[in-house]
Each structure stands twice: as C-alpha cells, then as structure tokens.
Antibody, heavy 123, light 111 residues
Framework: QVQLVESGGGVVQPGTSLRLSCAVSGFTFNSYAMHWVRQTPGKGLDWVAHIWHDESNRYYADSVRGRFTISRDNSKNTLYLQMNSLRAEDTAVYYC????????????????WGQGTTVTVSS | QSALTQPPSASGSPGQSVTISCAGTSSDVGAYNYVSWYQQHPGKAPKLMIYEVSKRPSGVPDRFSGSKSGNTASLTVSGLQTEDEADYYCISYAGSNNLGVFGGGTKLTVL
C-alpha cells in the first residue's frame, strides 16, 4: 500500500525551528521526486519545495528560500523539511507529496499525498 | 512567482457540465504543458485529477478533462455529480528555478 505519513508538526514561537518528516512506504522512494505543499487554514494550496529523486537538485518557493531546507534519506525512505526562522505566516498544514514521474524532472503531477501535519507559529 | 488566477466559485446542476479556468502567463501555463489539477474535499488531502494539461490518472472518471489555450488552462467536469462538489486547484511548472505556482482555488458547488 502506497503511503506517506507526515510528522513533526507542533506549536512553536516565531524565530524558532522545526523539522518535519514524511515516512514513505509501498513504492521505490528513490525513483521519485518529492514535494512539500502547505495550506493555510481556510485558504488555498501553496507549493513550498521539491527535491529530485536522486537529491541532485532542490528548489524552493520565494517565501521560504533561505529559511527552509528540503532533504531526503533514500536509505530510510524518509523526506524532511527543516524550517528555520519561522514566522506567523508559516502557520499551515504541511503535506508531503510524490511527483508522478519516475526518475525525471518533476512536472508537478503529485499523485500521492500524506494526511498533513499542522504547524502553528505563535507567540 | 505570482499565483495563477482561478475564479473563486463555479456551480452547476447534476448532469450539467462546468469549466474552471486557470489563467497564467507566457512564463508558466503558456510555456509548458505541465499543468495539473487537484480536487480537495473539506478536511482531506488534495487528489490529482489531471496532469500534463490533459492526462487523467487511473481511477479518475473520464467526466474530468483538461485543456489549454495560450496562457489559460481549463478543467471541465461533465455530467456533474454531487460528489464533485469540492475545491479545485491548478498548478503549473513555472520554468526558471523550477518553481511551482498554484492557482487560488475554485469552490465548485453542485446545485
């Protein structure tokens, strides 16, 4: 069964850090690019970052570049999002998602999603 | 990195067809055939409905179709059913720096 399970969310103060994890099962993790997407309560979807299947490239939205780092451990079938210098506007549900193409440049067809983990940044 | 433009709402009666637009620019929607559409029911994760403008993943009913003309992509839902009532989002690959840009979302109501 193909499954993505996020963890690591919580309530943190502005300026602090948090690391999200996404445990993957049911498919060959190292063949797929992976994305983080977030959704502010009651609002729309916001693409955050992606990392290629072989870790050779990673890209970020302007709003998080320089503060967030996406990484993966293909030996542990796990995707990460290190979030530093958190701001109130980073409050959201964070989803990890699999890009549907195999060993190619991601094309933003995200065919498998986790259930999301909630991050709240508040003083 | 500007968001794609979608109408905030759309509606139709059961059995009818409805089309949701997703307007971008010549740097994203117009430049690449990498537009995807997602359906999201309240409290649920998004679900991929269309990828690469017009391709349907297995399991998605053929009532859902996608197209593109110039800088605007469209999602058409034919033969509307009550379970189609949801939020729909488009996203396009946006070229330089491999960025992804979502639309603001469209709430589809089945009357």
């Amino acid at each position: 069964q193909v499954q993505l399970v996020e963890s690591g969310g919580g309530v943190v103060q502005p300026g602090t850090s948090l690391r999200l994890s996404c445990a993957v099962s049911g498919f060959t993790f190292n063949s797929y690019a992976m994305h983080w997407v977030r959704q502010t309560p009651g609002k729309g979807l916001d693409w955050v970052a992606h990392i290629w299947h072989d870790e050779s490239n990673r890209y970020y939205a302007d709003s998080v570049r320089g503060r967030f780092t996406i990484s993966r451990d293909n030996s542990k079938n796990t995707l990460y999002l290190q979030m530093n210098s958190l701001r109130a506007e980073d409050t959201a549900v964070y989803y990890c998602a699999r890009d549907s193409v195999i060993r190619q440049v991601p094309k933003y067809g995200m065919d498998v999603w986790g259930q999301g983990t909630t991050v709240t940044v508040s003083s | 990195q500007s968001a794609l433009t979608q109408p905030p709402s759309a509606s139709g009666s059961p059995g009818q067809s409805v089309t949701i637009s997703c307007a971008g620019t010549s740097s994203d929607v117009g430049a690449y055939n990498y537009v995807s559409w997602y359906q999201q029911h309240p409290g649920k994760a998004p679900k991929l409905m269309i990828y690469e403008v017009s391709k349907r993943p297995s399991g998605v009913p053929d009532r859902f179709s996608g197209s593109k003309s110039g800088n605007t992509a469209s999602l058409t839902v034919s033969g509307l059913q009550t379970e189609d009532e949801a939020d729909y989002y488009c996203i396009s690959y946006a070229g330089s720096n491999n960025l992804g840009v979502f639309g603001g979302g469209t709430k589809l109501t089945v009357l």
